[in-house]
C-alpha cells in the first residue's frame, strides 16, 4: 500500500509537470501572435 502511494504521488506530480509544460508551451506559442496582432 505504501508502495501505491509512492507510485501515485510521482505520477500525479509528474502529470502536474507535463500541464504545467503545455501551458508554457501554449503561452510561448500564443505571446508572438498576440504582438504581432496589436501591431
Do not use: R
Request: glycine letters at 0%; hydrophobic letters at 45%; charged letters at 20%.
Amino acid at each position: 500500500m505504501k508502495l501505491f502511494n509512492i507510485y501515485y504521488t510521482k505520477k500525479s506530480i509528474l502529470t502536474k509537470n507535463i500541464l504545467s509544460i503545455k501551458k508554457l508551451l501554449l503561452f510561448d506559442v500564443y505571446l508572438p501572435v498576440i504582438k504581432t496582432q496589436n501591431q
